[in-house]
């Protein structure tokens, strides 16, 4: 049996579906994308909380607002897709991943002249 794939978006995608001028509603939470567009009409927290973060990654809202485990499971109904590997903040845990700066090749430097500057001038 063959393996279903995961649809995958750009957190550009998602923003362009915000629900303005009849657009679908889709937002992220953990590089998962949901499609809420039925469901905002639904949701306990009123309409307008869905309004507000559709279009973008609303995983600190969702969890800041106490959500129950009644909104998780319906949250794995919602899902249509997930964020593009390249733009992924989270690991496969659910932890947010840590930034890697890359750092100039040995021998070159990658400040500029207001880099220089402002180096000097703050520390």
């Known amino acids: 049996m063959a393996e279903s794939?995961?649809?995958t978006y750009t957190l550009a995608e998602v923003a362009q579906r915000d629900?303005?001028?009849?657009?679908?509603?889709?937002?992220?939470?953990?590089?998962?994308?949901?499609?809420?567009?039925n469901y905002a009409n639904e949701h306990p927290g009123g309409v307008e909380s869905i309004v507000e973060e559709a279009g973008?990654?609303?995983t600190k809202a969702f969890d800041q607002s106490g959500h129950t485990s009644d909104a998780r499971e319906i949250?794995?109904?919602?899902?249509?897709?997930?964020?593009?590997?390249e733009e992924k903040?989270?690991?496969?845990n659910g932890k947010k991943?840590?930034?890697v700066v890359k750092?100039?090749?040995e021998g070159e430097s990658s400040r500029s002249c207001l880099n220089v500057v402002t180096c000097g001038l703050i520390g």
């Open 89 to 92: 903040k989270y690991d496969a």
């Open 97 to 99: 991943k840590k930034r």
């Open 56 to 58: 973008t990654d609303a």
């Open 19 to 37: 629900g303005r001028a009849g657009a679908p509603m889709w937002m992220v939470y953990k590089d998962s994308v949901y499609d809420v567009t």
């Open 75 to 85: 949250m794995k109904k919602l899902k249509i897709g997930e964020i593009v590997e």
């Open 103 to 105: 750092a100039a090749p």
């Open 5 to 7: 794939t995961v649809k």
